[in-house]
């Protein structure tokens, strides 16, 4: 290179080449020192967070065995499943409780009368809807179609579900289908139109509300709009899935020693799991 000189061991008898390179080498010798003792930190790192994993979740195991709930786990038990299906939580009082399911609830719905296109006028007006007594909500209807009308009551939240079914009918086959949200007597559906300058839909039950019924023993006779019920029996929640008058089952609470048996289980996997770290 232009303007820089260089002797060679050939020329000065000196092994520059090896002497410079021994001289980098002890110049670098403090950084080598630094990264070992870097990477030997590091390792240490690691291994320390390793022990403060493994003893966090020892400790998580412990504080469930250590719990006053640790024990008092249930589980519960129907004889028949295609009926009832239940779950219970650690509130539960361990028995047998017997009991029928005479009725299940049903969401009321309600249908219009046939139209023969569902872009038919249902006029101007409002249409007040309200469900199992709550505050009535009221729709404001500007010369709507029957499509229209339906896409108003779906917006407006009113507590039910509206849709147009085509029956098969040659005349009128498009009728306007009320659902309501709410099952049982909680859900039971008013409406009341007041509407002119087209047809307006005159509704007449599709299905009607009902609320499920259990019945327990020969005196007692219990009614729930929902049937979904956790208010029964304590700590139990039920399922009524079919009605079968007639026919008792029995719904059974314990103690959830598979629960227990896991809770101890995990514990002492936990608790082997740092002895070998």
Do not use: C
């Not at 060679?8 to 410079?20: N, Y």
């Amino acid at each position: 290179m232009s303007g820089t000189s260089y002797i060679s061991g050939i020329v000065s008898g000196l092994q520059t080449d090896e002497i410079l390179s021994q001289l980098e080498s002890l110049a670098r010798a403090p950084v080598v020192r630094l990264e070992s003792k870097k990477s030997a930190l590091s390792a240490k790192l690691s291994a320390w967070q390793q022990v403060n994993t493994t003893l966090l979740a020892l400790k998580s195991a412990a504080a469930d065995l250590a719990s006053f709930t640790a024990f008092s786990d249930k589980s519960a038990a129907s004889s028949n499943e295609s009926l009832v299906s239940v779950t219970a939580n650690s509130s539960a009082i361990a028995g047998d409780y017997t009991f029928t399911v005479e009725s299940l609830a049903t969401r009321h719905s309600i249908v219009s009368q046939g139209f023969d296109d569902p872009t038919a006028s249902v006029g101007t007006g409002t249409v007040t809807i309200s469900t199992g007594g709550t505050d009535p909500t009221v729709i404001d209807v500007n010369d709507l179609s029957l499509e229209g009308l339906r896409d108003a009551i779906n917006i407006a939240d009113a507590g039910v579900r509206a849709y147009i079914v085509n029956d098969g009918s040659d005349t009128t086959p498009y009728k306007l289908v009320l659902a309501s949200e709410s099952s049982g007597s909680d859900g039971e559906i008013s409406v009341n139109t007041n509407l002119s300058g087209g047809t307006a839909p005159a509704f007449s039950d599709l299905q009607a509300a009902s609320d499920a019924v259990i019945s327990m023993g020969t005196g007692l006779t219990i009614t729930r709009s929902s049937n979904v019920i956790s208010d029964l029996i304590p700590g139990v929640t039920l399922n009524l899935l079919r009605a079968e008058p007639g026919s008792p089952l029995t719904v059974t609470v314990s103690a959830d020693s598979e629960a227990i048996k896991e809770k101890v289980q995990e514990f002492v996997g936990k608790y082997n799991e740092v002895v070998s770290l």
